[in-house]
């Protein structure tokens, strides 16, 4: 039995390769991007792009402050993506432990 759907992450070489071979097989793909990286241009440039379930939105940041930042990039990389953007949550907060105040970060979904 296959699977439903699979993630397949788009900083990883043969990432398109690999999400063609699943598409042949009827097995829908998740697509992950991770921030900080090449990833959200090598999916959008994939002819399939189009047919992918959902995108995940990764933040690879960890400091709150560069997160929110990465966090907005990514999303504004990822404006033209046909699929949902993945969230987590509805909203991302710089935390308490580096003296920032809470920040709204719109997100897609």
Same mark, same amino acid.
């Given at each position: 039995?296959? #699977? %439903?759907? &699979?993630?397949?992450?788009?900083?990883? %070489?043969?990432?398109?390769?690999? &999400? &063609?071979? *699943? *598409?042949?097989? $009827?097995?829908?793909?998740? +697509? $992950?991007?991770?921030?900080? =990286?090449? +990833? #959200?241009?090598?999916?959008? %440039?994939? #002819?399939?792009?189009?047919?992918?379930?959902?995108?995940? &939105?990764?933040? =690879?940041?960890?400091? #709150?402050? =560069?997160? *929110?930042?990465?966090?907005?990039?990514? /999303?504004?990389?990822?404006?033209?993506? =046909?699929?949902?953007? *993945? +969230? /987590? !949550? %509805?909203?991302?907060? +710089? !935390?308490a432990a580096d003296g920032a105040a809470d920040s709204d970060l719109p997100y897609a979904s």
């Open positions: 039995m296959l #699977p %439903d759907h &699979a993630s397949v992450n788009w900083h990883e %070489d043969g990432a398109a390769h690999v &999400a &063609a071979a *699943l *598409l042949d097989r $009827g097995i829908g793909i998740e +697509a $992950g991007v991770y921030s900080g =990286t090449t +990833a #959200p241009q090598r999916f959008l %440039d994939w #002819p399939e792009s189009h047919r992918v379930l959902r995108v995940l &939105a990764e933040i =690879t940041e960890t400091a #709150p402050r =560069t997160a *929110l930042r990465a966090a907005a990039g990514l /999303l504004d990389e990822l404006e033209s993506a =046909t699929a949902p953007i *993945l +969230a /987590l !949550g %509805d909203r991302v907060q +710089a !935390g």
